[in-house]
């Protein structure tokens, strides 16, 4: 069984930093890419940032500059640091995986969200 548990959410004041992180645990074989989300109330989920398991990333224009995806490969963690945080920020962030727990084909899993709460 995998489980994905994000950690480091909270309340920040506009221009602050948060860091969130995401540990990926269990009967893990390997981790491709690996993906953070945020939802608003009302919206629909998107993407955030992206890491390959090859280190690359890719980032929503909205944060482009803004923030960081890293990734630990010995601790299956992926980490985002957000910097100049804006009100329009807030969301519950989720981090997504892609792995699988033997040789095979790969399977999306979630975190279950940690809420990001920016005021102005």
């Known amino acids: 069984q995998v489980q994905l548990v994000e950690s480091g959410g909270g309340l920040v004041q506009a221009g602050g930093s948060l860091r969130v992180s995401c540990a990926a645990s269990?009967?893990?074989?390997?981790?491709?890419?690996m993906s953070w989300h945020r939802q608003a109330p009302g919206k629909q989920r998107d993407m955030v940032a992206y890491?390959?398991?090859?280190?690359?990333?890719s980032y929503a224009d909205s944060v482009k500059g803004r923030f960081t995806i890293s990734r630990d490969n010995a601790k299956n963690t992926v980490y985002l640091q957000m910097n100049s945080l804006k009100p329009e920020d807030t969301a519950v962030y989720y981090c997504?995986?892609?792995?699988?727990?033997?040789?095979?084909?790969?399977?999306?899993?979630w975190g279950q969200g940690t809420q990001v709460t920016v005021s102005s």
């Open positions: 997504n995986a892609v792995l699988r727990t033997a040789p095979g084909p790969f399977s999306n899993y």
């Open positions: 269990g009967s893990i074989f390997s981790i491709n890419g």
């Open positions: 890491i390959s398991s090859g280190g690359s990333t």
